[in-house]
């Protein structure tokens, strides 16, 4: 073999990349001089697409594959560097690889609560997490928009920028947002999706689809979710007199087996129900000055306790029967069939 043969197989470059760094989506080959011998091999790894670079202009686009570098595969250099008339000496580009793989389990989330106008609450504040995956879909645009001339490019870099991107776009659409955020809260998937059809386009201007996009929590603030837990509460609480006088009735049978018996809590069971009907009345009344709750009806109780003859007051009945068992004038069957009948009545 000929000296002159021997340098001449010495230019012929392999250019690949083997992609040994995690995290890396653009890279740069390095070359001596930045030279690259005709009749070069590329190789184009799946999941890879490698851009040509010549005098600062993009002069082509490789998918997967394994390409000779002559003027069929780059005829867009013919021009440049006369290959047309079979000119073989080493011209200068740049060849930078970059990653189409699918970037999966990536994490988002509003380092500060975002501000929006809902329907329900007027301005909420909230902070809000979840995962996303995206990946390089076109590299052309990818190098020109976001990773140019650089050596490298990391997926931290470019996650960052498209993290900033995700929560302008995400507080633009639940501002812009007619559903109420609670129903949106209440189905994260079709808050995901909602988000996700608008950063589609976002990230189609950087050269990256967006495959997945997925809300994990929604934080409320401290003094909304108090809000809503008492209009939780109340809804379960219901109407405020029956559940009065279920306390007061239910607690007689305990206090009978006590030192004093229900003798100890007669005078307070009137009392009691009076003042469960006051607070029945105010909660009620405070509601029904909402608009479009009407208030309903509440019975004088008061007035009735205090008419009622004391042959009709459940607790000097309910003493009178315990003192007829103690004395075992009754049996215990009569006395529990005796007592239901008169719970029955008082809490109806």
Sequence with gaps: MSIGSFIKKQFIDILQWTEDTDGVLAWRHPMEDMEIQYGGSLTVRESQMAVFVNEGKIADVFGPGMYKLTTQTLPVLTYLKNWDKLFESPFKSDVYFFSTRLQIGRKWGTAQPITIRDADFGMVRLRAFGLYSYKIVDPKLFYTEISGTRAEYTRDEVEEQLRNLLIATMTGTLGASSIPFLDMAANQPLMAQTIREKLVPEFARYGVALDNFAVTNV??????????????????????????????????????????????????????????????????????????????????????????????????????????????????????????????????
């Design 219 to 348: 934080s409320l603030p401290e003094e909304l979710q108090k809000a809503i837990d008492t209009r939780i509460s109340m809804g379960m609480m219901g109407d405020m007199a029956k559940y009065t006088q279920y306390q007061v009735a239910s607690s007689i049978p305990l206090a009978a087996q006590n030192e004093g018996g229900i003798a100890g809590i007669g005078a307070g069971l009137a009392a009691g129900a009076v003042m469960g009907q006051a607070m029945a009345g105010g909660l009620v009344g405070g509601v029904a000055g909402a608009p479009g709750v009407p208030a309903p009806a509440v019975p004088p109780v008061a007035a009735a306790s205090a008419a009622a003859p004391a042959a009709d007051d459940p607790a000097a009945r309910l003493q009178k029967l315990k003192e007829l068992l103690d004395k075992s004038l009754i049996s215990q069957a009569e006395f529990d069939t005796a007592k239901a009948e008169i719970l029955k009545k008082l809490i109806g």
